[in-house]
């Protein structure tokens, strides 16, 4: 086992043994799963909205593609950054009952990232046409010019949601988790507002659509602005005010800066990895553009409610330990080997419907007004090429952050220059020469570069993990529970699909209700059968609810 753990007091009291942790893990993660979840739901119901009114248009193209591009800033200096730099600082000293130094940390940290989002921001709608040209280069025309004006509307709104991320940070170090995960449901809002406002006005032609989108892009500054304000006010609360300074004379606000820049390489790397798909996908169209988001609105929730909920309620839990290297490394092996065995019993059945129900699930959530079959089919076959890595990029948060809670921030960024080479190297070869020789129609290249950035994770994955088991010792991935998940799962989705062939036509929305609800149901019981300790969190509360009313 390799040295270099926190910096902990010898002798002093680890984390709670093995036995409490489902007690003390659960009530987090729910509140983080609960908050996510609303959020997704929201998610869910913008894009449906979204796709009602512009399907998969070159103003759903346009629109998405300007929105990723100021996204980058959210995404890089976010929630993840902060998470890996900010979190155990602040936690350690909470830890330690250094209050007073972790509040003037906060302060520091809040004025820094303050500063540098305004200057970026501006940098940005500066310098919007230089931005096309580099991260969209397949748009041309009429779609080109309006991505640069919404990616100049949207920049300060990307700004307002980086600062929400320090919310996050300092509540999540206190463990109020609810609150910073249930904020991005005002953003949702305020774009859905902004459609069902203008959306009936704005459809009847091209040149109308892209006018409804740099208005929804309008309504995407508001929701940015309504998400940081419901989060600061209990921010500042529980950090006692804030203090601007930029004083970073104080080890603790150093340490957040060095751990801050390695953090922010493996966020980048990562999120040049998704802007090379989109680079890549705007030489196949806008509509291309347009699909690959809408079947990232749908591969994302499984990932963000299982995995995410777990690896952000396990952070600053494991970021508090402390005790010998062994005792902390035992603690962490502990947690990481039942989160990840947690994780996976969600995952492996989002994975399956995802590849065999796939058209039921697009369907049910998009397939109306202007989103119609041929668009379903479409996303269907992204969604089924993202399922390739599905599992492993969901288990590599989790394992990701057992390294920041050992502020090793620096081991993860490598791994993920890696993964990037190759997602940009497959994405290169299913784009261009692969598509060209076997005259390959859109959609089997867009599914391809799903696919292909799949293949990378799992590579990412295979190393981080060899790299922690020397770090901390070795640890479960979950045993025999893993081929009983598949099983119940592959026998499910088979299931369901039987159901899906015996339906008569009808809506989509109704047929997803049926066959996926029958599928959800197998899963469960068949997770029952197989001995799946892990079902019985689910059952639990239907089983309280029915003994009840006896």
Known sequence: MEDGFLPASR???????????????????????????????????????????LGNSDAAGAFRAALRIPNLLQNLFGEGVLSASFIPVYARLMAEGKQEDAQRMAGVVATLLALSMSILALIGVMASHALIDILAPGFSGE??????????????GMALLVLSAWCLGVLNSHRRFFLSYVAPVLWNIAIIATLFLFGGRFVSSSLEQMKLVELVSWGTVVGAALQLGVQIPMALRLNKGLKVSLNTSSESVRAVIRNFFPALLTRGVVQLSAYIDQVLASFLGPGAVAAMAYSQTISLLPVSLFGMSVSTAELPEMSSAVGTDDEIAKALRDRLSNGLKRISFYIIPSAAAFLVLGDVVVGTIFQTGKFLADDTLFVWLILAGSTVGLVATTQSRLCISVFWALRDTRTPSKFAFLRVILTGFFGYLVTFPLRTRFDWPVLYSAAGLTASAGVAGWLEFLLIRNSLTRKIGYFSLGGSAIPKAWSAALVASAVGYAVKLSLPLSHPFITGVIVLGIYAVSYLALAWVFGLEEVSIVIRPVLRILNRRK
Do not use: C
């Open 143 to 156: 779609v080109r010019d309006v991505t640069e004006t919404m990616v100049q509307i949207m920049f300060p």
């Open 11 to 53: 002798g002093t009291v680890a984390l709670k043994s093995d036995s409490t942790l489902p007690q003390k893990r659960s009530p987090a993660a729910l509140a983080v799963g609960m908050g996510i979840f609303l959020s997704r739901i929201a998610g869910f119901v913008r894009d449906r909205v979204f796709a009602h009114y």
